[in-house]
């Protein structure tokens, strides 16, 4: 009997330290998660402001793919440079600084889609890389922000108050 005892303490004794280590791994995934949340939010966020400045930097080539090359549906193409412009510069601020994230995330994922529809000559690359940052805005529109945002403080702000 004692030898039957003695067999399952040893082979009981590696869980408690493999339950150690699942809950050491967890704890440094929850630290490390806010610092991805962010990197995600600015790495998208610099793809779109960096093509934004491209277009302010020499608006009448912009005007003219506008009218040219792209094909945004509905919109005249001067209407439809003005709006792309002021989305890819004013959603990837919202987007470092982690303020309406989600309502950001969702309008660039948008604009991304749009992209993607309104240019016929867009690579295979290019088809990639807009897949890749559609998923970076579907990851920050569906988890969140994270710690790391304005967001978090506003909120963290109201749960105080209430």
Known sequence: METVSMSMQQTAAPFPRVAGLLALARRGLAVGTPVVDFVV?????????????????????????????????FLPPELAAYLGTGVELAMPVLLVLGL??????LVTFVFNIVAVLSYPDLSEIGLKDHQYWGLFLLVTLFHGPGRLSLDHLIARRFQRRS
Request: charged share 15%; net charge neutral; proline share 3%.
């Open 41 to 73: 939010r600015l790495l998208v966020a610099s793809v779109f402001f960096n093509s934004g400045l491209t277009k302010i930097a020499s608006w009448d080539i912009t005007l003219s793919l506008f009218e040219n090359e792209y094909a945004v549906p």
């Open 100 to 105: 309406g994230t989600r309502l950001a995330a």
